[in-house]
């Protein structure tokens, strides 16, 4: 993908350009309201047809095949992703996907008896699965997918449908988003939709400042807990490089716990790195230092970003290593910083390794007490929540 950004953004052949650009990952958030049951040309449906039905859009399986999936042009490539569907009825089942390829998925939705599942899929077997009973009403019924973090949920009009997320094996790759109506007879399966979105989720990374006894720790995770499920990155403070290049570790009691519940409800491991003005990052160190700690990557907190030189000579010295590395700035006092994604970290950015993306820098605790839900805070855009302990 690297190369295919690189191509798309530096060729001077503008046929060339246009033929990467169509290779390169979607950055926006899709929402189709299917207005006059019409669906926008986003999606790519494949072994069905489209129907319009009182404003809302019927899309069903054709003679021939068993199965009608509609997928999002350009989503193969996205790391955190969602896809939602307002369904009025169905017959046969109706699933959502992220991560979808001819030989792995990840999916949510209703088989033909209307049991509500949440599935990892490879070579046609179940790798991993939750699932519940689900009584059907006549009303619309809002389903949605996220894979966030290193774990996938499903969520039935706005709440989560299970206790905790599905974990993503390591190597299971990237795939399409979509969604899709199977009945085993052919031409049978249908679905009536009122509204279908999805799109890449940026970042929502969780910093932590040092704790300063065990209550301390317990008490913040119950804060956490409830909402953990809108946070794709933890990054408690547990480094800092001073000027002369010494790494000075602060890994305290809070270190197995934050593990633990970083692994249990999937939310990557990122420690934070406070970056001293002057103080020099190398490659090594930061590869030498993930394999230690044994963690994927680190969040990298500047005063202020480098400059691109010093972006492309990291990427150089960290060559095909596929450590995730968030470059970051915050001013607390304006509400805004700065993200940049490094070697594999680039992947979590819809922008890429050449672009840098404005943050919202959000409190977990505003001045006058209040707690902003993370529901409520914007998916498209990153996020870093700061919490003081």
Not at 157 to 171: M, T, Y
């Amino acid at each position: 993908m690297k190369l295919v950004r690189r191509i798309a953004t530096q060729t001077k052949d503008a046929r060339v350009a246009a033929l990467f650009e169509r290779l390169m990952p979607r950055t926006n958030q899709v929402t189709d309201n299917f207005a006059g049951g019409h669906i926008s040309e986003a999606w790519w449906l494949d072994g069905g047809v489209f129907n319009a039905e009182g404003g809302k859009l019927q899309f069903r399986t054709d003679d021939t095949h068993t199965e009608a999936t509609v997928r999002l042009l350009g989503s193969e490539h996205f790391r955190d992703a969602f896809v939602e569907s307002v369904v009025q009825r169905k017959n046969g089942a109706f699933w959502l996907y992220v991560r979808r390829t001819a030989d792995h998925l990840a999916r949510f939705g209703w088989d033909e008896t209307g049991k509500l599942y949440l599935q990892i899929w490879r070579n046609n077997h179940i790798v991993d699965q939750k699932s519940r009973a689900w009584a059907e009403t006549k009303a619309a019924t809002r389903l949605r997918i996220e894979v966030r973090g290193e774990g996938v949920m499903g969520y039935v009009d706005g709440q989560p449908a299970f206790s905790s997320p599905l974990e993503l094996p390591r190597d299971l790759e990237l795939g399409w988003v979509g969604f899709a109506t199977f009945n085993p007879d052919r031409g049978k399966g249908q679905a009536v939709l009122d509204r279908a979105s999805a799109g890449p989720l940026a970042p929502r990374v969780l910093t932590l400042a040092s704790f300063k006894n065990d209550a301390a720790v317990d008490a913040t995770l119950a804060a956490i807990r409830s909402e953990v499920n809108h946070i794709s990155d933890l990054a408690p403070n547990w480094f800092r490089i001073t000027p002369d290049g010494t790494w000075q570790a602060a890994l305290g009691k809070d270190e197995p716990l934050l593990r633990l519940f970083a692994h249990y409800y999937r939310v990557r491991l990122l420690p934070a790195i406070a970056v001293e003005a002057g103080a020099s990052v190398n490659a090594d160190d930061l590869i030498t230092a993930a394999s230690r700690y044994k963690v994927d990557g680190f969040t990298l907190i500047f005063q202020t970003l480098p400059d691109n030189a010093w972006f492309e000579a990291m990427e150089r010295s960290l060559g095909a290593n596929n450590i995730k590395l968030l470059a970051v700035t915050m001013d607390a006092e304006k509400g805004v910083g700065q993200m940049r994604g490094i070697a594999a970290g680039a992947d979590l950015l819809s922008v890429g390794p050449e672009g840098t993306q404005t943050a919202i820098i959000q409190p977990w605790t505003n001045r006058d007490g209040t707690h902003k839900p993370l529901n409520e805070l914007p998916t498209a855009k990153p996020v870093i929540l700061t919490m003081q302990n």
